[in-house]
């Protein structure tokens, strides 16, 4: 896996310096607070209720960029953008990207904490 | 400090909060709106990171309401958010942000906005607490000055400004523009009114006026003439009052009894005299320096007389009339002055004319403290009230009932000159005082009539030509080195009516052979004023209320009443 | 407002100009252009020829020129006053203790 299709690598090391010691707690944060994202995305979808979207959306979006895993906020921008709309044509695609681009940025940041 | 850290994300706060800790400060947490509030309320933080959207209540709301708390406070509210345009940055701000930072975050840039935002509290904290300590300053200044005021107007209370001949203007803090008013009924009648204008501004121009007040109400409440209480007062101020600092003044005399005022101008703006009725207007003009510049010695009293029948009116004011400025800052002035007076139809009424006319002008602006305005009106006395003031001055027991009898044999007679004597005790009387002339007159010739016609037997019929008089006092003195024997006694006697009247008698009686009194009466016509000679007689009548030759004409009695009034013989 | 002041080719005569109002401002300049002067200084000339306006506390200013400068013996002249002035100077009999003119 290609760290640098995935994350803002110069970002990754500057936040590493940033969290020194606690750089493994942080990633432990944004895991077990990004992982009922996906979940709660789909609900969403489901419910056709387009602001949680939104606001889901932008959450994730939020704290993926803090991480500079820059591609899956994009994808996240997205849906929010769709969901202030309110068109929710295409939102499922999006979702599946998600759920494939977090499963391999999880993956890597784990790496990072080994 | 400490940073309240609102965000609905975890990663997010923690992020956050390892950075604004590695700062050195407090982190406190919270994960929507109405929890930011909370912690607000609670943990006080001093600045807050606010992310904008959130659940429960989104950032801006949360803002809005902190900002309510705080009130005067500050705390500055850095907005998180990862909006980029202009008009959302914007609104961020108008809800009550004062900076906002974008995600994802920056940690320089982070660091150095809560820096400076640092140093904006603690220049706010600074600014407030010299707003506070300027406002205690001041609310200080502003009781010292009630409590100064307070201690001026006991000493001034004791006036009469409320008479009923007077109508006044004066703001209540006037005194701190160093203008004074001072009005105080005479215990032998009649009464003294003293304007005043202290240079200086605040407790400086009040401050002189304190000892000035003292020294009016206490010398006049004593008997004494204004020429003296005059002479007391630049005294005073001369020694007290740095260089440069003096007290503008018109001083009068009103005698009801005379229908005249004697007054003294020194520094202030001529004063009005309005005569016959509304139709005559004479103005007065100062002669004189400031009171308080010249030393003793130098410090003229000379006062200018002037009649008033009843109904007159003379009107003083301090500068400030003339010099009170519209919102354009035009003087008021002379010749507007002089239109209110020319233009009224009716005395009673020009008091008012003339306050309503300055206050129109002036306008809405700030009203100065320094208009002062008085009109005195010549009444009878009888019109005014009973004046309580003689009893509650008494600061030191002066005589009120007493006799003395004082005989001089023929030594003390060529060597000892009296009159100072008795002229002395005579004064210990208040209400003597401010006769104290007339008095002296009245003894001096009484007992020179004793002395020159009675023991020295020399005839007054000597003096009707200028020739005579040197030939009489020529025998005077030889009569006198060649005295053996003879007597004069004195008694004089006073007695007063609760303080507010009295009666002084003096009896002299000489070892010599008397006269034929009767026939001088008769003689005597009051047109004879180019005779030379004469005992005086008709000069003493008009100042006594009766004067009786008794026995064969060697023993006299005048008595004179005080308050005085107009005696016709 | 401003003062100005020069002494003449004598050493003798001090002239203290005051420009404008003559009021509480000037207080430390017209000080400043009297004290510590050379004490051959005699004699005194204020010239108020460009004074719009003189109050109170500038007649406080002329008393203590005068103190300093001898007091009773002090040669002060009071020049170039315009009708106002003068009559700010008239109403306080200030004549009694300066030279007017």
């Known amino acids: 896996m290609d760290k640098t299709s995935h994350f803002d690598t110069e970002a990754l090391v500057m936040l590493e310096e940033i969290m020194e010691d606690e750089f493994p707690d942080l990633i432990q944060v944004f895991i077990s607070d990004s992982d009922p994202r996906l979940p709660a995305l789909q609900q969403a979808y489901d419910d056709q209720d387009s602001s949680s ?54 993956t890597i940041l784990l790496s990072l904490i080994k | 400090m400490k940073i309240l850290i609102a965000d609905d994300n975890a990663s997010d706060r923690f992020l956050l909060s390892k950075i604004i800790s590695k700062q050195g400060h407090e982190v406190i947490e919270a994960e929507n709106g109405k ?152 215990p032998s009648g009649g009464m003294h009114v003293f304007l005043g204008d202290f240079t200086g501004h605040g407790l400086p121009a009040a401050i002189g006026a304190m000892p000035m007040a003292e020294i009016f109400y206490g010398m006049t409440a004593k008997g004494f003439a204004l020429r003296d209480i005059l002479r007391e007062i630049n005294l005073k101020l001369k020694s007290i009052l740095p260089v440069g600092f003096f007290c503008c003044a018109a001083v009068v005399d009103l005698s009801f009894t005379k229908r005249s005022i004697s007054m003294w101008m020194g520094g202030v703006p001529d004063c009005y005299l309005l005569s016959q009725h509304g139709t005559q207007l004479k103005s007065l003009r100062s002669h004189h320096l400031p009171l308080g510049v010249l030393s003793s010695d130098q410090f003229d009293v000379e006062m200018t007389e002037h009649s008033m029948d009843f109904e007159d009116r003379l009107f003083m004011w301090s500068d400030g009339i003339v010099e009170a400025r519209d919102s354009t800052g035009n003087m008021f002035g002379e010749e507007r002055l002089q ?39 010549m009444v009878d006395e009888s019109e005014l009230e009973q004046s309580e003031l003689v009893l509650e001055q008494r600061m030191t027991t002066d005589p009120s009932d007493w006799k003395i009898d004082y005989e001089l044999g023929v030594d003390s007679l060529k060597h000892f000159n009296p009159l100072p004597l008795l002229m002395h005790i005579v004064m210990e009387v208040p209400a003597l005082r401010a006769m104290g002339g007339q008095l002296f007159t009245v003894v001096a010739e009484l007992f020179s009539n004793a002395f020159e016609h009675g023991v020295l037997k020399l005839d007054s019929a000597l003096k009707s030509t200028p020739a005579g008089f040197v030939d009489f006092y020529t025998l005077r003195e030889k009569r006198l080195n060649e005295l053996n024997s003879g007597f004069i006694k004195i008694n004089m006697t006073h007695s007063s009516a ?11 009686e000489d070892s010599g052979k ?19 000679s004469g005992r005086g007689i008709p000069l003493i009548y008009s100042l006594c209320h009766s004067l009786e030759y008794i026995g064969c004409g060697n023993k006299v009695v005048a008595e004179i009443h005080w308050p005085q009034k107009n005696v016709a013989k | ?97 300066f030279t007017i003119q």
Not at chain 1, 69 to 88: M, Q, S, V, W
Not at chain 2, 344 to 361: G, I, Q, R, Y
Not at chain 2, 498 to 508: K, L, P
Request: charged letters at 25%.
């Open chain 1, 53 to 106: 979207l939104r606001e889901l959306a932008h959450s994730f979006k939020g704290a993926s960029g803090n991480l500079s895993a820059l591609p899956l906020a994009d994808l996240c921008f997205k849906i929010e953008e769709k969901a202030r709309d309110t068109n929710l044509d295409g939102i499922q695609p999006l979702i599946t990207a998600i759920d494939a681009e977090y499963k391999v940025v999880k």
């Open chain 2, 35 to 186: 929890h930011a509030i909370d912690c607000y309320v609670k943990e006080a933080p001093d600045i807050i990171l606010m992310d904008v959207l959130m659940p429960e209540l989104n950032g801006k709301e949360a803002a809005k309401e902190i900002k309510r708390i705080a009130g005067e406070d500050l705390v500055p509210i850095i907005f998180l958010t990862s909006l980029v345009d202009a008009q959302s940055l914007a609104d961020c701000l108008e809800s009550g942000g004062d900076d906002f930072l974008t995600k994802p975050y920056n940690h320089i840039i982070l660091k150095a906005k809560v820096d400076a935002f640092v140093r904006m509290r603690k220049m706010h904290a600074t600014l407030q607490k010299q707003r506070d300590t300027i406002s205690a300053n001041n609310q200080h200044m502003l009781h010292e000055q009630r409590v100064a005021k307070a201690v001026f107007d006991n000493v001034a209370h004791s006036g009469c400004l409320d008479a009923a001949n007077i109508k006044y203007m004066l703001s209540p803090l006037a005194v701190f523009n160093g203008d004074v008013l001072l009005a105080a009924r005479k």
């Open chain 2, 339 to 377: 239109a209110v007076f020319k233009q009224n139809t009716h005395p009673d009424l020009l008091f008012e004319a003339v306050k309503t006319s300055v206050n129109a002008f002036v306008g809405e602006t700030e009203r100065d403290d320094d208009t002062t305005l008085i009109e005195l009106k």
């Open chain 2, 498 to 508: 609760e303080g507010r009247s009295g009666i002084f008698s003096i009896t002299i």
């Open chain 2, 514 to 532: 008397g006269f034929d009194y009767a026939k001088k009466t008769s003689e005597n016509k009051p047109q004879d004023k180019n005779k030379f």
């Open chain 3, 1 to 97: 407002m401003g003062v100005q002041s020069n002494i003449d080719s004598s050493g003798k005569e001090l002239t203290v100009k005051i420009d404008g109002r003559f009021d509480f401002s000037a207080h430390q300049e017209f000080r400043d252009a009297y004290e510590g002067i050379p004490a051959d200084v005699n004699s005194y000339v204020v010239d108020l020829g460009d004074t719009s306006y003189l109050d109170s506390s500038a007649l406080g200013m002329l008393l203590l020129l005068r103190d300093h400068a001898g007091g009773d013996n002090a040669n002060i002249k009071i020049i170039k006053c315009n009708d106002d002035v003068r009559k700010i100077l008239t109403i306080s009999n200030f004549e009694q203790l």
